[in-house]
């Protein structure tokens, strides 16, 4: 008999499954703080690698962290996800040893589309950036539940 597993359950083994061929994530020092159904919260301290001439985080850093926290959320139910499109804003600059957080949601999830939405703040709440994410499911699973397999 096959252990129906809860909504949080399947997307925490979902983040399990990828972190470790994550190695893009790994190497920027990003940390998963928490991952839920169509929801990851990631972070990342900037470090003196990661500025640009201006003395501020290298845009491209930034984006790494919100797309990192989008590819998370939106493979929170076991359907292999990928990137379709996305839009970044940058609203204000981060600097060398801030600690940046992205909060990715689910805006919509349906079928084999999604558009989730991520906020970068700083560790004083500020908004550096919003990044809005448009997915597509692509064959495959994670694992094996016994149940669904066919989502």
């Known amino acids: 008999m096959t252990q129906t597993l809860t909504p949080q359950q399947v997307a ?45 985080c290298h845009g491209g850093f930034i984006f790494a962290l919100a797309d990192t926290a989008f590819a998370y959320a939106c493979n929170t139910f076991n359907v292999r996800t990928v990137a379709s499109g996305v839009d970044i804003n940058f609203i204000a600059p981060a600097h060398t040893g801030q600690t940046l957080t992205a909060y990715g949601h689910a805006r919509h999830q349906g079928g084999r589309s999604g558009v989730y939405d991520i906020e970068v703040k700083n560790e004083d709440d500020a908004l550096i950036a919003v990044f809005r994410g448009r997915s597509s499911r692509i064959k495959g699973h994670f694992f094996a539940t016994g149940e669904n397999d066919d989502a």
């Open 12 to 56: 925490e083994r979902c983040a399990e499954l990828m972190w470790p061929d994550d190695k893009a994530a790994q190497a920027l020092g990003i940390e998963l703080v928490r991952i839920a159904p169509g929801e990851a919260v990631a972070r990342m301290t900037v470090r003196a690698d990661m500025v640009n001439g201006h003395d501020t």
